[in-house]
């Protein structure tokens, strides 16, 4: 997987002009694990003294982000009955009952901070669709999410990058 990620990255680094495509991407399949590590490559490449293109691959990630969850969430609510077999709970069964939890005692706040919990990042959306979330306001929270995750994790990236290719003589 880290090969995978590796090569996504070096595409990126390769054509720049499709970064902000590939951060959509990425971020709609950011609930498979290897795949932030690529995102977070990725938006180093910006570098901090492009604010503009920064902008666009955060928007990008949100955008993604949000549409990931949204379609882990239809996923949820067609297959309420049986989410034992489909992905990730087949391979995880006990990923259920942790999503199911964690949406309890978070309630809508769930879908905001799963994005940053390991264990049930994929869950949360397919359990929030089974549990019949409304609509509205799984989408409202899933682009709140989304948006601070990829501030918190891709803006960091891309300065911290930059400051320490500038350090190294690099940009």
């Known amino acids: 997987m880290d090969q995978i990620a590796a ?4 595409f990126a680094a390769d054509h720049t002009q499709w970064i902000a495509a590939l951060v959509f991407v990425l971020a709609f399949f950011e609930f498979i694990p290897f ?3 690529a995102l977070v490559g990725v938006a180093a490449l910006v570098g901090p003294q492009n604010v503009g293109q920064l902008a666009v691959v955060v928007a990008a990630a949100t955008i993604g982000g949000a549409l990931g969850d949204v379609s882990l969430y239809l996923l949820g609510q067609k297959n309420a009955g049986h989410l034992g077999r489909i992905w990730p709970f087949r391979k995880h ?12 005692r978070w309630g809508l706040g769930a879908v905001v901070i799963g994005r940053f919990s390991g264990p049930v990042r994929a869950g949360v959306p397919v359990v929030a669709g089974a549990l019949r979330m409304p609509a509205v306001t799984f989408s409202a929270a899933s682009v709140a999410g989304a948006l601070i995750a990829a501030v918190v994790f891709l803006v960091p990236a891309a300065v911290g990058a930059g400051t320490l290719f500038g350090m190294l003589g690099l940009s």
């Open 93 to 104: 069964p006990n990923l259920i009952a942790k999503s199911e939890a964690f949406c309890a």
């Open 35 to 37: 795949v932030w590590v």
């Open 7 to 10: 090569q996504l990255i070096g």
